[in-house]
């Protein structure tokens, strides 16, 4: 493998890991308050995806116009997708708040099998962007909205095309500022409170329900963010896409400690680079099972996750 090569392929898992990252963020969040695995979140992500398609077939949107397209497809996923995934948590998980946790896992696989039906329904959208709506289940192109000419030159050993701008240009931000909300703002105390001992934040005058809804709503925000970069940078979505990037992401969140923000980029990264690598020298076959393998190693050895920290099982 040359070093170009080698370059090459830690640039296209570096991209791969930050999209896995972002919707990791969003598990990670999300299990943190209330230790629920929530399935749907692939499936909002799927969603968000083929609203911003449904967005750039309405208005016509192209590499000419890509100055005022992200930032339009950025605000409305991210809106769309905060909506969908509050609204799962007050239909559905709300009043299952004291409900065994079984219930509730079943709950959020229901959900994801719902929502990922109505991305099959939204793909008969009578649109040219959705191939006149004959086959809402095969995979659709995305319109360019980024050229492919290369930033670091036409003599370059190494592909770096805004696309992959793109992706570092806003996920490493949103990360930042994500990580400072959770930090440093009154909410995302009582987010960090909520997430320690519900009871006890309760009687410390903490509307937890409220907090449990904004969570929700930042992590489909996320989502949406998300669904923006993956389909600007790979070009295609289809109403299954949400199974792959929720199984990646998942395993992101648990392979850097569930719960722990840093462990869900890191662990996102993680999973990236090893795709790429493991992609060019066993085959995309293989990838897979390299991943999980790696997974269930780093688990042998630190059964929380990377990051992850030994805490006391609450009884």
Known sequence: MTLALFLQLMVDGLANGLIFALVALGYTMIYGIIELINFAHGSVVMLAAFLALTVIGACGFHPGNAWLALPVLLVACAAFGAG?????????????RHAPK????????????????????WGALPMDVFGGGSAPSSQKSVPDLLSSVNLLGDGASVYIAPREVLVAGVTLPLMAVLTWFIRSTRLGTAMRAVAQNPVAAR??????????????????????????????????VQFQMGYYLGLMAFTAAVLGGIGNLPGAVLGGVIIGLVQAYAGFWLGSDWTNAVVFSVLILVLVFRPNGLLGVRVREKV
Do not use: E
């Open 84 to 96: 969908v995934a509050w609204g799962v948590d007050q239909i559905a998980y709300r009043p299952l």
């Open 102 to 121: 079984l219930t509730v896992l079943v709950t959020a696989l229901g959900m994801a099998f719902i929502l990922k039906n109505i991305g099959l329904v």
């Open 203 to 236: 009687l410390m005058g903490i509307d937890v329900d409220r907090v449990i809804g904004v969570t929700f709503a930042i992590g489909g925000a996320l989502a949406g963010v998300a669904a923006v970069v993956y389909v600007v940078y790979n070009g295609s």
